[in-house]
T-cell receptor, first 118, second 115 residues
Framework: EPEVTQTPSHQVTQMGQEVILRCVPI?????FYWYRQILGQKVEFLVS????????KSEIFDDQFSVERPDGSNFTLKIRSTKLEDSAMYFC????????????????FGPGTRLTVL | SQQGEEDPQALSIQEGENATMNCSYK?????LQWYRQNSGRGLVHLIL?????REKHSGRLRVTLDTSKKSSSLLITASRAADTASYFC???????????????FGKGTKLSVKP
C-alpha cells in the first residue's frame, strides 16, 4: 500500500512558538489534506491543498495556520504562534488515484504528528 | 457543517461475536467511508460505499447505506482480539458548492474485543 510519511512523530513546544509539521505524500500526487484530532475527540478537517494552492479550508484553519510546498515532494503545515488548544495529532492524507476522482476514493493517512504545546 | 454520529460510543464483545456500529449524517453525500484507528496511531481505510450503493462486503466487513435515513452500519463478523480499535465513519459531501473531497468524520465507536 502506498505510504504517506510525516515528521516529526512527536513535537513538544512552548506556547507562542512556531512549529512546522512535514508530510511526504504519495508520489506525484497533487492533492493532499491536513486533519487534526484532539485527544479523545473526532478527526477534524483543516485544509485541502491542490497544485500549490489552498483549495478549501475549515473554520479551524485561521490566520495562525499556513500550508506550503517548499519543494517538489514535501508539504508543510505551519502554526505561527502555538496555543495550548493546538495540542493534538495532526494527520496529512492523500486520495488514492482512481477513476472516481477525489470525491470517490479513499484517503491514505500518514501516521500523524503528536503536537504538545506547554 | 455536517457531522457524523456513531453509536454506540463504546462496544465490548467476546471474540467470535459480531460487532455492529452505526453512523448517521446530515447532508447529501458522494460516499461514506469507514476507517479504523488503533490507539494513538494513524487512520486506516476499511471500506467505501458510494451514495448509489446499498450494501458492500469486504472480507469480514459488511457495510450498509440508507440514504433516505442518512445512516450507515458497519458489521464485523467473527470478531478477533486484533479488531480492538476505534472505528470512524467519514462522509464526502456532495461536490456542488466546491467541496474538494475532504472527509467529515464522526466521533467514533471504541470497540473492545475480549479473547
Amino acid at each position: 500500500e502506498p505510504e504517506v510519511t510525516q515528521t516529526p512523530s512527536h513535537q513538544v513546544t512552548q506556547m507562542g512558538q512556531e512549529v512546522i509539521l512535514r508530510c511526504v505524500p504519495i508520489s506525484n500526487h497533487l492533492y493532499f489534506y491536513w486533519y487534526r484530532q484532539i485527544l479523545g475527540q473526532k478527526v477534524e478537517f483543516l485544509v485541502s491543498f491542490y497544485n500549490n494552492e489552498i483549495s478549501e479550508k475549515s473554520e479551524i484553519f485561521d490566520d495562525q495556520f499556513s500550508v506550503e510546498r517548499p519543494d517538489g515532494s514535501n508539504f508543510t503545515l505551519k502554526i505561527r504562534s502555538t496555543k495550548l488548544e493546538d495540542s493534538a495529532m495532526y494527520f496529512c492524507a492523500t486520495p488514492r488515484p482512481g477513476q472516481g476522482g477525489i470525491w470517490n476514493n479513499e484517503q491514505f493517512f500518514g501516521p500523524g504528528t503528536r503536537l504538545t504545546v506547554l | 457543517s455536517q457531522q457524523g454520529e456513531e453509536d454506540p460510543q463504546a462496544l465490548s464483545i467476546q471474540e467470535g461475536e459480531n460487532a455492529t456500529m452505526n453512523c448517521s449524517y446530515k447532508t447529501s453525500i458522494n460516499n461514506l467511508q469507514w476507517y479504523r484507528q488503533n490507539s494513538g496511531r494513524g487512520l486506516v481505510h476499511l471500506i467505501l460505499i458510494r451514495s448509489n450503493e446499498r450494501e458492500k462486503h469486504s472480507g469480514r466487513l459488511r457495510v450498509t447505506l440508507d440514504t433516505s435515513k442518512k445512516s450507515s452500519s458497519l458489521l464485523i463478523t467473527a470478531s478477533r482480539a486484533a479488531d480492538t480499535a476505534s472505528y470512524f465513519c467519514a462522509t464526502v459531501p456532495r461536490n456542488y458548492g466546491g467541496s474538494q473531497g475532504n472527509l467529515i468524520f464522526g466521533k467514533g465507536t471504541k470497540l473492545s474485543v475480549k479473547p
